[in-house]
């Protein structure tokens, strides 16, 4: 499975796995934990256009999400799935920035 995750997809589908955990700790009806994990799964799942059945049962794991270790388990499963940020260099800054004489990356490329 290829990185497919955004870095603002990572942070949001982390919230619905947190909101799902701790909503779940504060009731003791199973439907309504099992209706709240299924909401969160949903929100998840619904910021990509179309998900292959991999990385849908990837964000289907919030569902089993029972503790706090295994809440950062899936928070760290979730990072090997991150797209890298492109790398910025000094051709590209002089291109965004065409008025500016002396440019330079703000660190060592």
Not at 11 to 24: E, R, V
Not at 30 to 56: H, M, P, T, Y
Not at 84 to 93: G, N, R, Y
């Amino acid at each position: 499975m290829n990185a497919f995750i955004t870095n603002a997809n990572y942070h949001f589908i982390l919230k619905q796995a947190t909101n799902a955990f701790y909503g779940a700790q504060n009731t003791n009806d199973e439907g309504v934990k099992n209706a709240l994990r299924f909401s969160c799964i949903d929100k998840a799942q619904a910021i990509f256009e179309e998900l292959e059945v991999e990385q849908g049962q990837l964000i289907g794991k919030i569902f089993h999400i029972h503790s706090e270790e295994e809440l950062e388990a899936f928070g760290a499963k979730l990072q090997e799935f991150l797209i890298p940020f492109p790398l910025v260099t000094d051709a590209t800054i002089k291109k965004l920035f065409p008025k500016v004489k002396k440019t330079e990356a703000p660190y060592p490329v």
